[in-house]
């Protein structure tokens, strides 16, 4: 897809940390990209590499060093406490860990519904009744409302997660190793949802990842991260069959077994 109608514009970002007194730490590092509006953008890289870092600074959750991030035209830095609130009522995240993403002590209703009280003040009968039609479109019958999330397994908890997500109808969804806490056999019903809720919803994602088969499977373009910085960034039919960068050549060659295509993955459900 091309970035004609961009919906994230991210310019010479960098967000350094003082460590101790005499040692910056260039967690991002001059990073620029563009994400077309109802995009899959893959960022992949090694721990450590930055990608949570830039994540949190595409979501207004940090600030940055220099740089400005862009999100619908409008420049998160210029945005006042409230302006800035709204703003992110159209971006969400889902987190790695779906079980520790979860309050324990809140029901499935409560957790999903939270961002409808909070953000749209939904009396509670209605929030009821949209916290069933969310759980339906992740999958999940309208009886786990009333259950804790210790009550579900790791693949259900994302799902709830991601009915969260989606509860404020957002334009961008950074996921962040969404299914790398998962059990293999879950990944390929988790990853094919988020496919089905893109077409459904036209959600625009940022997909953060270390894993190159579900990179491959999930983006339209794809953004190799090293050191902080944005190495390469191609078409994922390019980047996979003709990476340029040697970083990127290295990350293909040490996956012990040749990449699944989408086909495999797709089987998989």
């Known amino acids: 897809m091309s970035a004609v109608d961009p919906l994230v514009e991210v310019e010479h970002l960098s967000r350094h940390y003082r460590v101790g007194r005499h040692h910056v730490h260039k967690a991002v590092d001059d990073v620029s990209l563009t994400i077309a509006r109802g995009e899959t953008f893959g960022l992949v890289g090694e721990s450590g590499s930055g990608k949570s870092t830039l994540s949190r600074l595409v979501l207004g959750l940090d600030t ?8 619908a035209g409008r420049d998160l830095a210029e945005l006042d406490g409230r302006e800035l609130r709204r703003q992110r009522r159209q971006m969400q995240i889902v ?3 779906p079980v520790a993403a979860l309050n324990r002590r809140k029901t499935i209703e409560q ?17 009821a009744e949209r916290v069933r039609e969310l759980l339906a479109l992740v999958g999940l019958p309208s009886a786990f409302a009333q259950r804790y999330p210790h009550e579900l397994s790791g693949g259900q908890c994302q799902r709830v997660g991601i009915a969260r997500a989606i509860a404020l109808e957002p334009e961008l969804i950074v996921l962040d190793e969404a299914v790398s806490a998962v059990d293999v056999s879950i ?8 496919r089905d809720l893109q077409g459904r919803l036209g959600l625009t994602y940022l997909f953060v990842s270390h894993n190159l088969a579900v990179v491959r499977y999930m983006s339209d373009v794809v953004a190799v991260m090293q050191r902080g910085r944005i190495v390469e960034t191609g078409s994922r039919e390019r980047l996979f069959t003709a990476p340029e960068h040697p970083y990127t050549r290295e990350l293909l060659a040490a996956v012990p077994e040749p990449l699944p295509h989408a086909r495999e993955i797709e089987g998989a459900r």
């Open 95 to 97: 987190l790695q860990d």
């Open 64 to 71: 940055p060093t220099s740089g400005r991030v862009r999100v």
């Open 111 to 127: 957790i999903v519904g939270l961002p409808l009280a909070v953000h749209e003040r939904m009396p509670r009968s209605a929030r």
């Open 187 to 194: 990944q390929a019903q988790i990853l094919n949802l988020l």
